[in-house]
């Protein structure tokens, strides 16, 4: 867990035989137009599902993710052929969607899986260790700070790996498709995972819950000093993912230390500006980064937000309490302050001020966003909140975007809507326009788990299940 919090990445060998890969491989060699099957590249060749069904692949999406983690709909088959040239570095979107705030915490992950060996001549997948938390993506990135993600290579890693193996990384990791000089195809599937539940304990093997540091030997590409830099974010990461358990003891900041922190909230190199961010909020300086919340530089708002999202609420009544103003009041700090304070599960605090959010088309659609997120990981619900999210996902005029976080929220929500009209809501977003709200929706029914909505997801998937025998030469 330590080296993925500090990397942003696994590479995994799956136990399934090496016969099993080298299938897949010759199934894709046979039948080329299989690329470009997309979401359907499971459902073309459903053998596939074994190998997220591998006790080492699927432990590991559990440890991370929490036991009751999801694939996603979405599902790409990466085809690198002789020839091809490397991409920029970037990290993805949701699917053609941006989202102005991410996921620091290990909320979603993606699985790139490898039947065949994969050689540095082949085009790996290139990755940029440890940039998962930052807030500039190299490929879109349009303002002045240095974007020195694109040329600094020094902890820069290739994933070459032997057949089979799966490299899971944190979905906001930097990385990019490389160069193919052999002569062979390599193809990559990716398959993406999320967290479904706020973690209440370890999810792993956790022999300490309390941080205790980097354990020896750790494995990383990075330099001691971006590791340092580190450091803050991933102990607040461990506390979480531990639920949040441990008596903290935060670190001090002698006077001028604390200085220092607070001028590299400004400095070029985002490495200094988010350890800087970090550092202050587990001291406690949730002051400072409420006022940078509202920085008119998206990369300063940001930081400040990401790094409110580890400040130990749980002790300081008073400090989720200023969060909770900030969110209610219509500003620049809203969305941030929104964010932060549902990252640590105290939407309760603004139930009321989400509902209207997320209900009215009068509200700027981020802040929309965030609050049905914020409304889906509540963990109490009444009707109107369940209304407030289905009229989010099923809004005729929305953004589709703010309708998919209604209907992922669902998910999340899932456990804590017994007795709730919520079936209701999810049976008409299966018949949805949008891919990701059916798909959605469909989990959310399993996820509710009552024999009616475990039936409407069964006929719902039988009417739709993919014949993968079926082609046009080979109609029945
Ligand atoms: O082909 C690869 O290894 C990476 C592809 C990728 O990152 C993308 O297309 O988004
Ligand atoms: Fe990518």
Redesign the pocket.
């Known amino acids: 867990m330590k080296s993925f919090l500090l990397n942003g990445f696994l590479v995994l060998k799956p136990q399934l035989p090496e016969a099993f890969h080298k299938f897949i491989f010759n199934a894709m060699e046979a039948n080329p137009p299989a690329e470009k099957s997309g979401n359907n590249c499971l459902p073309t060749l459903p053998a596939l599902n074994q190998v997220f069904d591998d006790p080492v692949v699927s432990g590991a999406l559990s440890s991370l993710l929490g036991p009751s983690f999801g694939m996603h709909p979405h599902r790409?088959v990466?085809l690198?052929r002789p020839g091809k040239n490397q991409?920029q570095w970037?990290r993805?979107t949701f699917w053609g969607y941006k989202l102005p705030i991410r996921y620091p915490h290990p909320t979603m992950v993606m699985a790139?899986y490898y039947p065949q060996e994969t050689t540095l001549k082949m085009?790996?997948?290139?990755i940029k260790p440890g940039t998962q938390y930052f807030t500039i993506d190299p490929k879109r990135y349009q303002g002045s700070l240095p974007n020195h993600f694109v040329s600094d290579s020094s902890s820069d890693k290739s994933?070459i790996c032997p057949a089979g193996s799966v490299c899971i990384i944190h979905y906001d990791l930097i990385?990019?498709?490389?160069a193919n000089t052999s002569t062979q195809n390599?193809y990559?599937f990716?398959f993406q995972f999320y967290r479904n539940e706020f973690p209440q304990k370890p999810s792993w093997n956790c022999s300490e819950v309390k941080w205790t540091g980097w354990p020896k030997g750790l494995e990383t590409s990075l330099s001691m000093e971006e590791v340092q830099c580190l450091e803050p974010i991933c102990c607040s990461l461990w506390n979480w993912l531990c639920g949040s358990v441990t008596v903290f003891d935060p670190p001090t900041l002698s006077a001028k230390d604390h200085q220092t922190m607070v001028s590299l909230l400004d400095a070029d190199s985002e490495w200094s500006r988010f350890r800087a961010a970090f550092q202050l909020s587990l001291c406690g300086d949730i002051s400072l980064l409420i006022t940078r919340l509202s920085h008119p530089d998206a990369q300063f708002s940001l930081c400040a937000a990401y790094a409110l999202s580890a400040a130990p609420l749980q002790y300081h009544k008073e400090w989720s309490e200023s969060l909770a103003k900030v969110a209610k009041a219509p500003g620049d700090a809203q969305m941030g302050a929104l964010w932060a304070l549902s990252e640590w599960g105290y939407q309760h605090l603004i139930k009321d001020t989400l509902i209207e959010m997320a209900q009215s088309p009068r509200v700027n659609t981020s802040i929309r966003q965030y609050a049905v997120q914020a409304l889906g990981g509540s963990k109490q619900f009444d009707q109107s909140m369940v209304d407030a999210l289905g009229e989010a996902m099923l809004a005729e005029k929305a953004d589709d975007q703010l309708r998919m976080m209604a209907a992922m929220a669902f998910n999340t929500a899932a456990p804590y809507l017994k007795g709730t009209n919520a079936q209701a809501w999810l049976s008409r977003g299966l018949g949805d326009y949008h891919r990701y709200i059916q798909g959605y929706s469909l989990e959310a029914l399993l996820r509710l788990g009552t024999p009616e909505a475990s039936q409407i997801a069964l006929n719902y998937l039988k009417a739709t299940r993919w014949c993968p025998i079926t082609t046009a030469n080979n109609p029945f």
């Open positions: 790409a990466h690198s991409q970037h993805d790139m085009g790996p997948t290139g994933v990385h990019k498709g490389t390599r990559m990716k």
